[in-house]
């Protein structure tokens, strides 16, 4: 991970509901992913790490609204969920979108990338994390798109953050299923060590979500998640890791 050092403003949320600030040293990151749960699955012990070394975190999620979300019970306990997860790893700020679950095939292009590019402005992301774009799930595919074209914002608009890398992630039990085999698979060239306490945070923030783990062998079982962050790390001299395609770096 690229690092520079400037002040920014960290918010923290209570489970009482308030927020706190104070001065935190770091870079901006911003996971943008199509529904709740991805961001954890996809990015959730780097983003605990990233948290913990008082970097500011954010996520935009896409589909983030209950009534775009046809089996979800109800609005309260869906912004439960997230809060509750998305506060054990240390996220700053969550932006949530409203566009149809399953249906971003059917959404224009140019209003993802829009809403991205917001999300982008508002948080000034300088490392942006998102799908990647061979994978099964036809939203993630679009989000993947949509970000690709969102995160060149400091290329057409003075004034916005330039981008100093975008990476795509891998979510189990999506993009292992990546069956057309004429699009480029997720491959790994970036590792993040993240230790067990951090895997356990990312299993401890995905049991959150209502409905999302499931009993071994499922992939998002937590034997599954745990053996998936052992596996990245053993392929790159690690203890535990997560594995990202960086597709965009600039400098160092
Ligand atoms: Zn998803």
Not at 152 to 173: D, H, I, N, Y
Not at 188 to 205: H, L, Q, R
Request: hydrophobic letters at 40%; proline letters at 4%.
């Amino acid at each position: 991970m690229p690092s520079l050092k400037y002040s920014i403003r960290k918010r923290y949320k209570f489970s009482n509901g308030y927020f706190k600030s104070r001065e935190v040293f770091g870079m901006k990151y911003l996971i943008v992913v199509a529904h709740p749960d991805d961001e954890v699955l996809g990015a959730g012990a780097t983003m605990y790490k990233l948290a913990q070394e008082g970097h500011s975190v954010n996520v935009c999620i896409l589909s983030g609204e209950v009534h775009a979300r046809n089996y979800r019970p109800t609005t309260d306990e869906l912004n439960e969920d997230v809060n509750s997860s998305l506060n054990i790893l240390g996220v700053d700020q969550v932006i949530k979108g409203d566009f149809p679950n399953i249906e971003f095939n059917i959404v224009p292009h140019l209003k993802l990338v829009q809403f991205i590019e917001k999300a982008i402005v508002e948080t000034n992301a300088q490392v942006i994390f998102t799908h990647h774009p061979a994978d099964l799930n036809n939203d993630h595919l679009h989000t993947s798109l949509a970000c690709q074209a969102a995160v060149r914002l400091f290329q057409r608009r003075a004034g916005a953050t330039p981008l100093k890398e975008l990476l795509f992630m891998e979510v189990p039990s999506a993009t292992e299923w990546a069956l057309n085999k004429s699009m480029n698979q997720f491959s790994p060239n970036t590792f993040v060590e993240v230790g067990e306490e951090a895997v356990d945070k990312k299993i401890e923030a995905l049991a959150q979500y209502r409905g999302v783990m499931r009993d071994y062998p499922h992939p998002r079982s937590k034997e599954v998640l745990k053996g998936l962050a052992a596996y990245r790390g053993g392929q790159a001299g690690m203890i535990y890791a997560e594995a990202f395609e960086s597709v965009f770096r600039r400098g160092f």
